[in-house]
């Protein structure tokens, strides 16, 4: 069975990533940390990693960003997530036995409307989302009730009070596939994602963007990270969308002839909006 390393506990909105990316008939690997996923992956503990790399509400998940520039990692699919929080409960608990309620910062912050209309009930900061279910569930908690997945409540044995308690419906989040080989992939329909950097100097990154955009290559995402031992230089990491794969690669040769640094992150399907 494929071995695939998740950060957090079985039931998270990654696992459910690894399902929609790899299907149901794996294992999943769970990892305490981001770094701990990406060894397990160098390790070959895992054959694959599922990490999210940006919601729309939260934006990026910056670690992952800065690990994704690690060498010997390849970015091999994307799939994108609907988060759908949900109260989950032990069996027979009412809304009006629950008085504190666990999930990771991230979610607690997406649920305001649910403490707004509940002002009785404390929030309580867990390490994850499913991990907070799994606690509630084993009676090892110290809260009353617990905010992530169906999938985790599934999973756990809980009963789910509300569901949809997110304020915002366009609430999603886009996972990252990554493996240790690139992949074969079909001329149409991939992207290509990039990280970079450039001189400090006037007009360097319009050059940058200049030579991308004169290959018809649309850039979907961009965002500059700092370079951890250089103070005041950056990365800039990016993605790149084309009719053509080859359009997409001579792109990154032209970004080459400008920029001080290039390296391709992964190129693979784009998954289809709306899905």
Known sequence: MTRVAIQGASGAFSHAAVIKALGSDVEIVECRTSEA???????????????????????????????????????????????????????????????????????????????????????????????????LMAGDADYDAAIGSELAASLYGADVLEQNLEDH???????????????????????????????????????????IAGHNVDLTRIESRPIAGRPWEYRLYADLRAHSIINQSAAVDALEAVATEVRVLGQYLEEPEGT
Do not use: W
């Not at 912050?109 to 403490?115: P, S, W």
């Open 37 to 135: 996923l990406f060894n397990a992956v160098l390790d070959g503990v895992a054959l694959y990693g599922v990490v999210p790399i940006e919601n729309t509400l939260a934006g990026s998940v910056q670690r992952n960003m800065d690990l994704l520039f690690l060498p010997e990692i390849h970015i091999i699919a994307e799939a994108r997530i609907r988060i759908r929080l949900c109260l989950a409960v032990q069996p027979g608990r009412s809304i009006k036995e629950i008085q504190r309620v666990a999930s990771h910062p991230v979610a607690l912050q997406q649920c305001h409307g649910f403490f707004s209309r509940n002002p009785q009930i404390e929030a309580i900061t867990a390490f994850d989302t499913a991990g907070s279910v799994r606690d």
């Open 169 to 211: 419906e366009q609430n999603f989040t886009r996972f990252l596939t990554i493996a240790r080989d690139p992949i074969d992939l079909p001329e149409e329909g991939v992207k290509t994602s990039i990280a970079f950097t450039i001189q400090h100097r006037p007009g360097a990154l319009h050059e940058a963007l200049l030579a």
